[in-house]
């Protein structure tokens, strides 16, 4: 159990109540921040697995025969 947390503006929370309520701050705002959707910098850290050709095969839409292959 925490017995004190440092808020966002750097001050010291002892009280129980006060810590609960930052700690609900702190979760609300995670989880309802808006964020930019086109900030793709969390991307550069995942290894790249696929080539350009892998992802290019995948994108080809199936023909009919292949589809009927799988369905039937």
Do not use: H, W
């Amino acid at each position: 159990m925490f017995t004190k947390i440092q808020n966002e503006q750097g001050g010291l929370l002892e009280d129980k109540g006060q810590i609960c309520d930052e700690a609900v701050k702190y979760y609300q705002k995670q989880f309802t921040q808006e964020r930019d959707s086109t900030d793709f910098s969390l991307m550069r850290r995942i290894p790249r697995t696929l080539t350009e050709e892998d992802n290019a095969t995948l994108g080809i839409k199936p023909t009919k025969e292949e589809v009927e292959n799988v369905v039937f």
